[in-house]
């Protein structure tokens, strides 16, 4: 049972930082694609923004990397404990980061100076990620 808990743990981090990653690119993009018909020539700031929600899904990646290499039979409830932790982290982060992105991505469209702005507050979310990727880390 402990080893289905490791393993359990193990695909909820990968799986929800990759889960969210994907819904707050989706939701970033989204605006960058109605930006795109206001202002085309901002579209490298639109494609930045859109990005950032991605780096929750890296955090998840390594996070699995490391643990793969732990006892499953033994640890297996701390690593259940540890992968929905950090997967909910991260899938909460990325959502929440591309929807600051995505408020950014129209002020931008709509010629307000607030992409390095945007980075600051987009920042904010992706904070939480790392330090449940640092967390995961130190254990």
Known sequence: MNEILG???LGLMLGLAGIGSAIGTTIAGNAAEGALKVNPEKSGNYMVLSALPATQGIYGFVAFL???TRDFATQGSML????ISVGLVCLMSAIRQGKVCANGIV???QGHDVFTNT?????LPEFYAI???VGALMI
């Open 80 to 83: 259940f404990g540890v992968g």
């Open 131 to 133: 330090l449940g990727l």
């Open 119 to 123: 980075l600051i507050y987009a920042a």
């Open 66 to 68: 490391v643990w793969l």
């Open 7 to 9: 393993y359990l743990g």
């Open 107 to 109: 002020g931008v469209s």
